[in-house]
């Protein structure tokens, strides 16, 4: 198991909830082809996701330092 590349994963999966929620604010609001209101957007849904994303998106890069300092830590072992 990497620890590195599930952190990796894990910011891309962040990203990717970053991306969707943002994607979902921006459209708020938009207009229909028959100029119809599709102000479908539930605001505090998406600051849940937002927010969400950043913790997830701190926590995976507090673990990729956390991998680092455990290789560094190695390699001064074998040194």
Do not use: C, Y
């Given at each position: 198991?990497?620890?590195?590349s599930?952190a990796?994963?894990g910011?891309n999966q962040?990203?990717?909830?970053?991306?969707?929620?943002?994607?979902?604010?921006?459209?708020?609001?938009a207009?229909?082809?028959?100029?119809?209101?599709?102000?479908?957007?539930d605001l505090s849904t998406?600051?849940v996701?937002?927010?969400s994303?950043?913790?997830l998106?701190?926590?995976d890069?507090?673990?990729?330092?956390?991998?680092?300092?455990m290789?560094?830590?190695l390699?001064d072992?074998?040194?």
């Amino acid at each position: 198991m990497d620890i590195s590349s599930i952190a990796l994963q894990g910011l891309n999966q962040a990203s990717a909830q970053l991306d969707a929620a943002a994607s979902q604010i921006a459209s708020a609001g938009a207009a229909s082809p028959d100029r119809a209101n599709l102000d479908t957007a539930d605001l505090s849904t998406q600051m849940v996701a937002l927010t969400s994303a950043q913790t997830l998106f701190e926590a995976d890069l507090a673990t990729l330092k956390t991998a680092d300092q455990m290789q560094k830590s190695l390699i001064d072992l074998t040194a």
